[in-house]
């Protein structure tokens, strides 16, 4: 990779992030208010303070009017972004380098998207056209892929993967009981997750993340700038995205027990972090698991397990919040919810709290160095994004 990042150089210091979930009741504008104004207040600044925004949407809103209008910004640069799922996560990069560069001292980062007024349940969109080599799977039945080629390539019995997968959302649902503004805050019974209705064989609905709108806002500056606003930021270690060339559906060794893109981005990003062992050196993550053996094929690209081990990790609860390396302690998109252009960031407000000690009753222990992972598309054809943050410079 010729990637060479910014590590140390651009510090978060205000975050906003709304409730997830089933919102009736607000608009896109009132979630990127509530978000936005709630990241104002953090880092101590008024709205004339910021000297350019990132506006991350999938399909609720079009140009920078979608921002500017709602917060009434006066006459600044706002960019808007789309990168599917990476979205948020998108809007957080590019900020972060425009900073970096020097090019403006405050930058905002928002994301948002408004799915639950649609009519439609999961993601309707229309595709863009193509080539016809593209499969017309939905999303659900396209990860499906990875669990039986999973099972069948490290001798798992189906009905133990199955064990292996509900487990994992038992996890997030059980994180997600202790986050006041995740979209399902109840746990939920092995018994419950493992018997729901099917969906994808072997993906029931529970294995499934939730649908919902949302909003979150993060505000960059330059790390040697960063305690003018306020006493314990985070920093910026790397920042890495990649695009990958779709080959896995058309490629006759492409197995779905990877995803080649992730393990490309966690290697630049790593190398820009200077992390040689992320399963010793993460003190927590958040990953995007849209889906549950999403997240088990994860825990192996982003290199917390060695191949074919991951299964067994989580069945000793090495990724509960109790364990080693805690996954998703927020809940994840399975629990706290999946409002496209904001899961990015959200997943950022979560290393946010909790390197401030503020993320109450599912607080790690003294946490150093997170990492958040997202990726948009589908199983040998995605976009995917790692970044890797710190409470400390150096």
Known sequence: MASKGIKDRVAIVGMGCTK?????????EDLLVDAAYQAYESAGVEPNDIDAYWLGTMAS??????????LKIQYKPVTRVENMCATGSE????????????????????????????????????????????????????????????????????????????????????????NPKAQFQKEVSLEAIKNSPKIA?????????GVSDGSAAAIVVRAEDAHKYCKNPIY????????????????????????????????????????????????????????????????EDLGFSPRGTAWQDVMDGFF???GKLPVNPDGGLKSFGHPIGASGLRMMYEMWLQMRG????????????????????APGRCVSFVSVVGSQVG
């Open 320 to 322: 509960d919040l109790e």
């Open 20 to 28: 997830f979930g089933e919102h009736w009741d607000k608009g896109t």
């Open 61 to 70: 809103g079009i140009s920078g009017l979608t921002l500017s209008e709602p």
């Open 201 to 209: 064989d072997p993906l029931g609905i529970m294995d499934c993340s």
């Open 236 to 299: 910026i270690k790397a920042l890495s995205l990649i695009a990958g060339p779709a080959e896995g559906p058309l490629s006759q060794d492409y197995d779905f027990t990877t995803f080649r893109e992730v393990v490309a981005t966690a290697k630049d990003a790593y190398a820009q972090a200077g992390i040689t062992n992320p399963r010793e050196q993460i003190s927590m993550a958040e990953v995007h698991d849209c889906f549950t053996p999403t997240e088990l094929v994860l825990y």
């Open 91 to 178: 809007a957080l990069r590019q900020a972060c380098y425009a900073v970096a560069s020097g090019a403006f001292d405050v930058a905002m980062a928002i994301g948002v998207e408004k799915l639950k007024d649609s009519g439609y349940s999961g993601l309707v969109i229309n595709n863009p056209p193509n080539d016809g080599t593209q499969g017309s799977m939905t999303a659900p039945a396209s990860f499906s892929l990875l669990a039986p080629a999973y099972f069948k390539k490290y001798g798992l019995d189906p009905d133990k993967g199955k064990d292996v997968l509900t487990r994992i959302a038992w996890k997030n649902h059980k994180n997600g009981a202790k």
């Open 358 to 377: 503020e993320a109450g009753p599912r607080q790690i222990k003294n946490p150093k160095v997170g990492l958040t992972h997202n990726l948009g598309g």
